[in-house]
């Protein structure tokens, strides 16, 4: 009788956990796990040969920088559109700062992907536009600033910041944002000040949380990583073209959402969705094309992967309209 009891309670708690939020939790390392092993099957060993795992490092390099910044927005129960033409624009102020001085150059990537964050913050916090309405505008708009810039030709960089292509530079930098996002996020007020909003805005500012300052400052981040990042892509490419940071904005949405990220931010926001998410973008990016698949058929598979982890992950109680 005590065992047909001790096997209910099992039950119950396995129940428990395939019904509850610890599996959802679990899901993005799952995937990543499955998404691994099956790449690893299907292309015979090869993704992870140390020559395709360099190149697939190189590759998430700058991505990771711009998504700890649209981490952040995202947590917000907000959206940025615009991380690709202010790549874009910031790459090409890199480089043309870049004959002049290596560190003038950062400062400016870094200072006009911040004057582009807080174009966004403020028509977003100032005239209460939706976050994806502005950030769609704005990047049209900044996307014709790269196209103007770059249609006769490409703007190039100076040979002394192409000689910094080496991957302990790349890693250093990106590891340090990270480093200092983390402590940021886990460790200090602006990380229980995003989830509130994120979990409830009005609800925050009753509880004593500037919202408006804490969007725009948002943005304002999430536009000096992107420029931050235009410095690590300009001395990985060498030049700029206007097809610069194309798509973008997409690769980082799905690398967050596949990482666990819910849409709707709040506080179920996990610091661990950027690391999964954008390394699970990378693995699956870099099987498809050992497979040789076409890019047609590699978009493809990434959207139904994206909406296979957007049905399991979505949170529907707290479902909400983008703000």
Not at 73 to 89: A, C, K, N
Not at 150 to 170: G, H, R
Request: aromatic share 10%.
């Amino acid at each position: 009788m005590e065992k047909k009891h001790t096997e209910t309670k099992e039950q119950s708690r396995l129940r428990a956990f395939l019904t509850g939020d610890r599996l959802k939790a679990a899901l993005p390392l799952i995937g990543f796990v499955i998404i691994l092993l099956v790449m690893h099957i299907a292309t015979d060993g090869r993704i992870l040969t140390p020559k395709k795992l360099r190149l697939l490092f190189s590759q998430i390099y700058y991505p990771t920088i711009v998504a700890t910044g649209v981490f952040f927005i995202m947590t917000l129960g907000s959206i940025d559109f615009t991380e690709g033409s202010t790549l874009g624009v910031a790459s090409i102020v890199v480089s043309v700062l870049s004959f002049y001085s290596i560190p003038l150059a950062i400062l400016g990537g870094i200072l006009t992907g911040a004057a582009i964050g807080a174009i966004n913050g403020f028509f977003h916090v100032k005239f209460r536009l939706p976050s994806f309405i502005v950030t769609i505008c704005t990047m049209y708009l900044f996307r014709g600033v790269c196209a103007y810039f770059t249609t006769e030709t490409a703007v190039p960089a100076s040979n002394a910041i192409k000689a910094l292509d080496q991957d302990w530079l790349k890693i250093t930098i990106t590891l340090a944002v990270l480093a200092v996002a983390f402590f940021l996020f886990k460790f200090t007020r602006i990380g229980n000040d995003v989830k509130a909003v994120g979990s409830g805005e009005t609800a925050a500012r009753f509880s004593g949380v500037r919202t408006g300052r804490v969007k725009f400052l948002a943005f304002v981040a999430a536009g000096a990583l992107t420029g931050l990042a235009a410095f690590v892509n300009v001395i990985k490419v060498g030049s700029i073209t206007a097809t610069a940071g194309n798509q973008l904005e997409t690769q980082i949405l799905i690398s967050l959402v596949l990482g666990g990220l819910p849409i709707t931010g709040g506080a179920k926001v996990r610091f661990s969705n950027i690391i999964i998410g954008t390394l699970m973008y990378a693995i699956l990016n870099s099987g498809l094309s050992i497979l040789g698949y076409e890019p047609q058929v590699q978009q493809l598979i990434k959207g139904i992967v994206f909406l296979i982890f957007v049905a399991l992950t979505i949170d529907r109680k707290a479902l909400k309209v983008i703000k």
